[in-house]
């Protein structure tokens, strides 16, 4: 049972970490873009 668990917890976890990534950068770039916008 733990040998099939297993690879559903890592699937999970990555998951969490691509969504954590996707939502850093999507946050991360507007807001860098509007800094470099009004700074130049």
Request: with cysteine; aromatic share 8%.
């Amino acid at each position: 049972m733990s040998v099939r668990e297993m690879p559903i917890a890592a699937t999970h976890l990555l998951l969490a970490f691509a969504l954590m990534i996707a939502g850093a950068f999507g946050t991360g770039v507007p807001i860098a873009l509007l800094i470099i916008w009004l700074c130049s």
